[in-house]
């Protein structure tokens, strides 16, 4: 009866960490999630943005130009729920950032009494009335700092459009995964973009998406080896030293 609780208490550490799923892939690669809808995620939710109040197009009788249409022919670019665009990621952040401090204080006090209304003849001679208290200190702090960041991205990606906004903006949600090596590499992308920001090609630049969310990562025995065990996580944030 004792051994019970142990076990389920061992149980529920696994299942948090994740380790039951790691711990039935051994002897075999990561496996891949299957192609789905990305609305079917259930960490999914709608978006909203703030759009400006509708107009309802001008009457254009006997006009070849329809309102909002961008060319005489059908545009192929991407512009309903479930087309399909190309999101081009081209990344390359660098940050050199040094900093320096150097403060230095000396302080000398010194304090006495030669003259005390004539008690200085009752204070014994070993005493000196003209320096009772004399305090020296010295501080010195000296700081230095220095941040080193180059990171490089390409990424080149297909996304499917989730949602259609108010004012006519397309929600895009991007993943893929691919294996090399028994290592599965996951990439994501999510953001807000304009119509008019796709090129003909139908792709689109990260730079003109807002809110984007861009992740790259990955599971595998490599992936592992160069993470921290979950108790050594544990034991630098809770260790106070």
Same mark, same amino acid.
């Given at each position: &009866?004792?051994?019970?609780? *142990? ?7 696994? /299942?948090?960490? %994740? ?6 892939? *051994?002897?075999?690669?990561?496996? &891949?999630?299957?192609?789905?809808? $990305?609305?079917?995620?259930?960490? #999914?939710?709608?978006?909203? &943005? $703030? ?13 070849? #130009? ?34 320096? @401090? ?11 009494? $030669? ?11 070993? @005493? ?10 010295? +501080?010195? +702090?000296? %700081? ?23 004012? %006519? +903006?397309?929600? *895009? ?21 304009? $119509? ?6 139908? @792709? ?12 790259? %990562?990955?599971?595998?025995?490599? /992936? ?5 065990? #979950? ?11």
């Amino acid at each position: &009866m004792t051994a019970l609780p *142990v076990l389920c208490l061992c149980a529920a550490v696994l /299942t948090g960490c %994740g380790t039951l799923s790691r711990l039935a892939e *051994v002897g075999r690669p990561p496996e &891949m999630s299957p192609t789905e809808d $990305p609305t079917k995620d259930p960490k #999914w939710r709608p978006l909203t &943005m $703030p759009s400006p109040a509708p107009h309802p197009p001008p009457p254009q009788a006997d006009s070849l #130009w329809r309102y909002g249409s961008r060319a005489f022919f059908k545009d192929q670019r991407a512009a309903q729920v479930g087309d399909i665009v190309t999101v081009l990621v081209n990344m390359n952040d660098s940050a050199n950032l040094t900093n320096d @401090t150097t403060a230095s204080r000396i302080s000398n006090e010194t304090a006495g009494l $030669p003259n005390l209304f004539g008690l200085e003849s009752i204070v014994p001679k070993t @005493t000196t009335m003209s320096s009772l208290v004399s305090a020296n200190s010295v +501080n010195s +702090n000296i %700081g230095s700092g220095q941040i080193q960041r180059n990171e490089a991205v390409t990424l080149r990606l297909a996304g499917i459009i989730t949602q259609v906004l108010a004012n %006519g +903006n397309l929600v *895009v949600a991007a993943r893929q995964e691919f294996m090399v090596n028994s290592e599965l590499r996951d990439l994501r992308v999510t953001g807000v973009i304009r $119509p008019q920001d796709i090129a003909s090609d139908n @792709t689109v630049p990260h730079d003109r998406m807002a809110e984007a969310r861009i992740s790259y %990562g990955g599971r595998g025995n490599l /992936t592992d080896l160069q993470r921290s065990r #979950w108790g050594q996580q544990m034991m630098d944030i809770m260790m106070p030293f």
